[in-house]
């Protein structure tokens, strides 16, 4: 019922930029927070960075400064800006959904981010 549907991701080298999104759909009854998390091989899932509903937000601190999170909330999509990428940004990035309701969390199928040297 509910989709999360991810897009943006793919090769770029060092210093460029990606914009990934993620579009919400089958939440009826509104969502509390939307963000991206990265999972890299061998490591596990870690946050990237998160909005909540009143738009506050939130960056692992090894990204803060680099990437920027919004929200449409009209639409339910958040996407990230990544600038100035470093190899180390290589991990395949996942969006996640937290409802409100029933706190409900919901996760995207993953795109791929590889930062070249």
């Known amino acids: 019922q509910v989709q999360l549907v991810e897009s943006g991701g793919g090769l770029v080298q060092a210093g460029g930029s990606l914009r990934l999104s993620c579009a919400a759909s089958?939440?009826?009854?509104?969502?509390?927070?939307m963000g991206w998390y990265r999972q890299a091989p061998g490591k596990q899932r870690e946050l990237v960075a998160v909005?909540?509903?009143?738009?506050?937000?939130n960056y692992a601190d090894s990204v803060r400064g680099r990437f920027t999170i919004s929200r449409d909330n009209g639409r339910n999509t958040v996407s990230v800006q990544m600038n100035s990428l470093k190899p180390e940004d290589t991990a395949v990035y996942y969006c996640?959904?937290?409802?409100?309701?029933?706190?409900?969390?919901?996760w995207g199928q993953g795109t791929q981010v590889t930062v070249s040297s």
């Open positions: 909005i909540t509903s009143d738009s506050s937000t």
């Open positions: 996640n959904v937290v409802a409100h309701l029933s706190n409900a969390n919901y």
């Open positions: 089958g939440i009826i009854f509104g969502i509390k927070s």
